[in-house]
């Protein structure tokens, strides 16, 4: 009988030896490669904390001391050995979420999926533990690659205030974030990695001396007491300890002997203490180590044995904006990139192999990234940062205050905006066109295909007086939708031969070919629509009012909150234009979504043709003074209206 399929809880850790622990931490990494083979998932960053996760739930008692996770895309063996091994509909509707979730256990604790925040959660648990007087432990896992997050030396800075307050931080180090991680700190561990430890070679050196007659006592203490200047020599881990932590490592992070012992140490020591773990990012598992690029970080369905494929989707939004990047770099030598430890995610690993000097990798520090952007576009270049949607939330304040206010001409490029689906509620980039619209001078484009991907990124990156965005959906990109005609700056997509038409619909970048099938399904009703696509979504276009005060009604739909979103904007510029006419937005609700695939959270906040089209008919109806509830234009084939 497999030793995981007895593993109810982290207690029954407790009974198994040695020798049965290193083939558990075996049948977990076969389980992890057939399961998220299956569904897709993070596959290389589990198979590197096996043994961590392991040796982590055999020297603390979860819930009750809690073991907090960064990020928390390398929770899938926590999840197993906390009693959730059903992985058959992981990261899709009604199965379990790629990341720590509190609705499955109590053994979760943070749910953000955002990086560099475990120290921060920890520090304030640790706090309340005083407070209250409990004598549970927290233990704040967190990567080398989150580390190179600002958050986490805020954090740091703070821990190391109480002496006394128990508080373990172990530092899983795999040299990667999703890419080999970058920088200082990077360099910093290397150098721990590859040096004898201090405190071994203090051992070996405090036994000769003790048997050195008259002088070796005396010298040994000198040495001890002069111990700082000793580590930095032999084992720079000064700059955690000059922070008032205990270091103990580097520790192999797979021997669950060492580990244990190290985590051991650690919780009775009785204040701070980082443990530094060595850990292999995807291994067990030949094709994740063999993959250069991030080591199987994330994977669609692959085949088990090759690590290949199952199928492929097509050119995507990411693949679109990369290929565009290289020419636009071809073309001028002031246009630069930047990432926040995402190189090949948000697609500019092309652009890095063509041009490597202008690509910076600022790490896990969006702020950074931003407030550097500023100083490159102030000193006469052009800088172009990609990054997840969600992610940019981070970086709001820096946007705000030192590229909109210094007129930096600075191109923000947003990938996975909007419902993102599987990732659930912390990976939908569903606020950005809210909270940007309150930026003064930025623009903002939603390109509805790739043709404008290409087309909006060129018109981006040629302001030079403001920042600009262009932000696009994950996963495939559908075929070009051509326009009928422009209006000002808008594409009209649909226009019907009415003098004055019923709707406009105004269709919000990759929703535009669900807005056609609205059009199509009103058309069965009788009522005309034209659907537009702004481009720019911000500022509003000038010949928006004139061209809705042609319409009954104006509906927007758009993917991202209702709240402050485009829809809001343009009923804005309408009640200021002196426009009079009816407005409905539709978007997503303001609430966390939970993980599912994208079509299934869009049908199940209302965001689809049949759905909207019901709505809309309604509308219409009630300005007619005739509203029929029962009125379907799906399935209706008699128009609605005489």
């Known amino acids: 009988m497999p030793l995981l399929t007895r593993i109810t809880g982290p207690r029954d850790l407790d009974r198994l030896s040695l020798e049965e622990l290193d083939q558990l931490a075996g049948e977990i990494r076969t389980f992890l490669v057939d399961a998220v083979s299956k569904t897709g998932g993070h596959l290389g960053p589990n198979l590197g904390v096996v043994e961590l996760t392991i040796a982590l739930h055999r020297v603390f008692e979860s819930p009750k001391d809690k073991v907090l996770w960064d990020t928390g895309h390398q929770s899938y063996v926590h999840k197993l050995l906390t009693g959730r091994q059903d992985f058959s509909r992981l990261k899709m509707k009604g199965g379990l979420s790629g990341y720590p979730a509190r609705a499955e256990s109590e053994h979760d ?34 990567g080398d690659g989150a580390l190179t997050g600002g958050m986490a030396w805020e954090a740091l800075n703070n821990i190391a205030e109480a002496k006394d307050r128990p508080l373990v931080i172990v530092v899983n180090d795999n040299e990667r974030s999703y890419a080999p991680t970058i920088g200082g700190l990077a360099n910093h561990l290397a150098t721990l990695r590859t040096t004898d430890g201090y405190e071994r070679f203090l051992a070996r050196t405090k036994d000769i001396l003790d048997r050195t007659p ?17 580590k930095d020599f032999i084992a720079p881990q000064g700059m955690f300890e000059d922070l008032g932590l205990k270091y103990v490592g580097p520790i192999d992070g797979h021997d669950i002997e060492a580990l244990e012992s190290a985590l051991a140490r650690a919780k009775r020591f009785g204040g701070p203490v980082i443990v530094h773990c060595l850990t292999e990012k995807g291994r067990g598992y030949q094709p994740a180590l063999q993959d250069e690029a991030d080591r199987f970080h994330a994977v669609g369905r692959i085949h088990p044995d090759t690590g290949l494929p199952i199928s492929s989707s097509g050119a995507d939004w990411t693949s679109v904006f990369g290929e565009e990047m290289v020419k636009l770099g071809e073309e001028r030598d002031d246009v630069v990139a930047i990432t926040a430890a995402m190189l090949q995610p948000v697609g500019l690993d092309r652009f890095a192999k063509r041009f490597p000097d202008r690509v910076y990798d600022v790490g896990i520090a969006e702020q950074h990234g931003a407030v550097s952007a500023a100083g490159l576009a102030h000193a006469g270049v052009h800088p172009v940062f990609a990054v997840y949607a969600t992610f940019l939330n981070r970086a709001f304040d820096q946007v705000l205050m030192d590229v909109a206010l210094h007129k930096c001409g600075v191109t923000f490029v947003l990938d996975r905006a909007g419902v993102t689906g599987t990732d659930g509620a912390s990976h939908n980039g569903m606020w950005d066109m809210s909270i940007l619209q309150i930026v003064p001078g930025l623009r903002l484009a939603a390109p509805r295909d790739a043709d404008q991907v290409r087309a909006q990124l060129r018109e981006a990156v040629a302001v030079e007086d403001a920042p600009t965005v262009v932000r696009f959906s994950k996963g495939a990109v559908g075929p070009a939708v051509p326009a009928v005609r422009r209006v000002g700056g808008m594409d009209v997509l649909r226009e019907p031969g009415a003098d004055r038409p019923d709707v406009l619909l105004v269709s919000v970048g ?44 104006v509906v927007t739909v758009e993917d991202n909150s209702r709240v402050g979103g485009v829809g809001s904007a343009v009923a804005q510029a309408l009640r200021d234009a002196g426009v009079d006419v009816p407005l409905r937005d539709f978007g997503i609700p303001p609430r966390f979504l939970d993980h599912a695939s994208r079509a299934e959270v869009l ?26 509830r029962t009125a379907d234009p799906v399935n209706s084939v008699e128009p609605a209206r005489d």
């Not at 005309?528 to 481009?535: E, G, I, L, Q, W």
């Not at 049908?603 to 029929?628: C, H, N, W, Y």
């Open 603 to 628: 049908a199940e906040i209302g965001l689809t043709a049949p759905d909207i089209a019901r709505q809309v008919t309604g509308l219409v109806s009630k300005l007619d003074g005739r509203f029929d």
């Open 109 to 142: 604790v943070i749910e953000n999926s955002h990086a560099s925040t475990v120290l921060g959660w920890a520090d304030g648990i640790a706090k309340a533990n005083e407070l209250k007087k409990r004598d549970s432990h927290v233990v704040a896992v967190i």
């Open 510 to 553: 990759a929703l535009a070919p669900m807005c056609l099938e609205i059009a199509d399904l009103l058309d069965r009703q009788g009522i005309s629509t034209t659907v537009v696509d702004p481009r720019w979504v911000k500022p509003v276009d000038e010949a928006m009012a004139p061209f809705a005060e042609r319409h009954r009604v």
């Open 214 to 230: 008259v002088v070796g006592r005396p010298l040994y203490e000198t040495l001890h007491g002069a111990k700082k200047g000793l």
